[in-house]
């Protein structure tokens, strides 16, 4: 997953576009040519930690540390995470450049952190440190927020890359996730990288299969994943009413045995009530209430009305 992550999002058109997408709903406001590989002791020192991929972007005026964190699972503590990479890498900078101090009104480069989330149950963690930490009342105004900005790719919001390769690998998740192909999709062809990478991630066998098949340039994907879920869904069916009717007899039996011993019970009392045996000595006898047995007899005297009314109404 890292190895991959690492080819295919550290394209520098494809990371610039996750940014893009974040920040300017695609708009290409941050630019390829600007994005620079970063070998010094920070982001060495960054990526110790398990950042995914670090890059400077610098445009002439100022310098950006950019970080990608590529999580396939719910991570509580991740707001403490990014919080503590991006501390690790000001404070590195700060050394690397200064020998003491910062000089007054130097200006530090800015740090930006995304949080790529490609899993497919709901994140359902702390987005903001206050969700994360006990804040008690009063100290609200002194307590210093910090949220992550995370893009996650399994739920109904469509995220615009303005990167073909992006977008086709945001794409595919949503469909993977939702299990649902557009119609307007279905003859749409697919970077081929990114099919390869929707398969690490999600480790679906039908989109391994389409890409072994194909040869280079853009695929076709969607028919065949339609056609998968069309398959799934009807499997899903088809158990769903064996399960029901299988139910439906375990509870036919169930009820029979119950109305069987009630019709038992009911032989039995009333053959001892006949013989002139008391509701009380017939309850101590059998170790019930006399409640129930009362409960049984009207019971059954109703049951016979209603039989009795169905007849002459015939």
Same mark, same amino acid.
């Given at each position: ?11 520098p ?31 060495m020192?960054?990526?110790s ?24 699972y ?7 995470r ?8 000001r404070?590195?900078?700060i ?10 009104h130097?200006r ?26 006990? &804040?008690?009342? *009063?100290f $609200?105004?002194? #307590? ?6 995370? !893009? +996650? ?8 890359t ?18 649902q ?48 879920f ?5 499997k899903g069916?088809?158990?769903g &009413?064996k399960? *029901?009717? $299988?139910?439906? #007899? ?6 029979? !045995? +119950? ?5 038992n019970?009911f ?9 002139g ?8 006898i059998?170790?019930v ?21 169905h007849?002459?109404?015939?």
């Open positions: 997953m890292d190895i991959e992550s690492k080819k295919f999002l550290g394209q058109k494809n990371f610039v576009s996750i940014f893009n997408a974040l920040l300017f709903d695609g708009q290409p406001v941050l630019k390829p040519e600007y994005l620079k590989d970063e070998n010094s002791e920070l982001v020192n960054v990526s930690k398990h950042v995914d991929i670090i890059k400077r972007y610098e445009d002439g005026t100022y310098l950006d540390l950019f970080v990608i964190e590529s999580q396939s719910v991570d509580q503590s991740m707001v403490a990014v919080m503590e990479y991006e501390s690790v890498a404070m590195r900078y050394r690397q450049n200064f020998k003491k101090h910062v000089p007054m130097t530090l480069p800015m740090i930006l952190t995304v949080v790529l989330y490609v899993g497919e149950s709901k994140w359902n963690a702390a987005k903001r440190l206050s969700e994360l930490e006990i &804040i008690h009342p *009063g $609200e105004d002194m #307590f210093n927020e910090f949220k992550l900005n995370l !893009i +996650e790719l399994n739920t109904n919001h469509k995220y615009n303005g990167e073909k390769a992006t977008q086709d690998f945001f794409d595919l998740l949503r469909m993977i996730y939702r299990k192909v557009l119609k307007e999709d279905l003859d749409r062809e697919f970077n081929r990288d990114a099919l390869y990478f929707a398969y690490v991630v999600t480790k679906n066998k039908e989109l391994l299969s389409i890409y072994n098949k194909s040869e280079k340039g853009d695929v076709k994907v969607c028919r065949a994943l339609d056609e998968m069309e398959e799934s869904t009807n069916i088809q158990m &009413i399960q *029901g009717i $299988e139910k439906g #007899f375990e509870q036919g039996i169930e009820q029979g !045995i +119950e109305q069987g011993i009630a019709l019970q032989e039995v009392y009333q053959t001892m009530l006949d013989k045996f008391s509701i009380k000595t017939i309850a101590s059998f170790s209430s006399e409640e129930s047995i009362k409960n049984l007899l009207m019971k059954a005297d109703l049951d016979e009305c209603t039989c009795s009314t007849s002459l109404q015939k």
